[in-house]
């Protein structure tokens, strides 16, 4: 997406630190630089309040992160990047189905990624992914950079490309899960809702859902000041759960020189010392979802 739009050398892009290291990666593999903002606190996506801020002569896109199946507020994204004559590039990896105000994630920027890793909501048996996009333009120039830049004829090339065919064995199974796909997401927010019923009022503080939006529950984040006790004590009774994601990016050593250092994103930082990831998965039984709940109560 970053390449097909013309991204690289010089230019900056909007974006958080609040999420896997695939998102800045590839602005970095571009040779753009990437500009962190910080999130909102209850959602973890990017505040858009702090963007125009950021903003310089050398900024040419924002790529909002919709993280964990919500979906950033877009509204207020596409306002600021149509103001500013701003690209929007949509990282929609973790959104699939996801939707704000009645528009799905990967409908809003002029591209956006979707990836079909094993633990998505839609997993493929191995790495896979998808670019979306409304523009023909863009659509003929990634369907060519997919295949080394391969264009107009076989063997004739338009662009510097990639080796990024989606495998046919990948796309075979996910067409057989897409079947179910809905079916998998409704399950998953009736888990969630149990959990919102049962940790309300708990040491933990259950993930609020933003007016307008219909999330795909791909994790279920709660915040707590005792995560590493509180781990511990679901691990003592069998459960499992994860950090995603317990060091922000600025604070690794390759990304590290793209940011003033700490105390700067401190919403973000607050999220990585307090963010824990519940089990959710569409074949987690009610009693399995309940059985979390009266851990977490015991807590």
């Not at 510097?160 to 990948?170: F, K």
Request: charge should be negative; hydrophobic fraction near 40%; charged fraction near 20%.
């Amino acid at each position: 997406s970053m390449d097909a739009a013309g991204i690289g050398p010089g230019d900056e892009v909007i974006t958080t630190a609040f999420t896997f290291v695939a998102s800045t990666e590839t602005i970095v593999q571009v040779g753009a630089t990437p500009v962190f903002v910080d999130i909102e606190p209850a959602t973890f996506q990017m505040d858009p309040t702090l963007i125009e801020a950021a903003i310089t002569p050398r900024t040419k896109a924002i790529m909002p992160i919709h993280l964990f199946g919500q979906v950033c507020d877009m509204n207020a994204i596409m306002e600021i990047a149509k103001r500013h004559g701003l690209i929007v590039l949509e990282d929609a990896a973790q959104a699939l189905g996801a939707k704000r105000n009645g528009v799905a994630a990967g409908n809003w920027g002029l591209l956006s990624g979707v990836s079909f890793y094993v633990t998505k909501n839609l997993g493929a048996v191995g790495d896979a992914g998808m670019i979306l996009t409304n523009d023909d333009e863009m659509a003929e120039r990634v369907k060519s950079f997919r295949i080394h830049g391969m264009g107009r004829e076989r063997y004739y090339y338009d662009h510097v490309g990639y080796t990024s065919r989606l495998d046919e064995i990948q796309a075979a199974f996910m067409r057989v899960k897409l079947r179910v796909l809905d079916r998998w997401t409704k399950r998953r927010a009736e888990i969630a809702a149990i959990y919102a019923e049962g940790l309300t009022g708990t040491s933990v503080t259950p993930p609020p859902v933003a007016p307008g939006v219909e999330t795909t529950w791909h994790q279920y984040s709660v915040r707590t000041e005792k995560r590493s006790e509180l781990a511990a004590w679901l691990k003592e009774a069998g459960i499992d759960s994860m950090i995603y994601y317990p060091v922000p990016l600025h604070f690794h050593s390759p990304y590290a020189q793209y940011s003033p250092g700490e105390g700067i994103l401190v919403e973000t930082e607050r999220a990585s010392r307090e963010i824990l990831n519940l089990p959710i998965h569409p074949h987690l039984s009610d009693e399995q979802a309940r059985a979390v709940v009266e851990r977490v109560r015991q807590f």
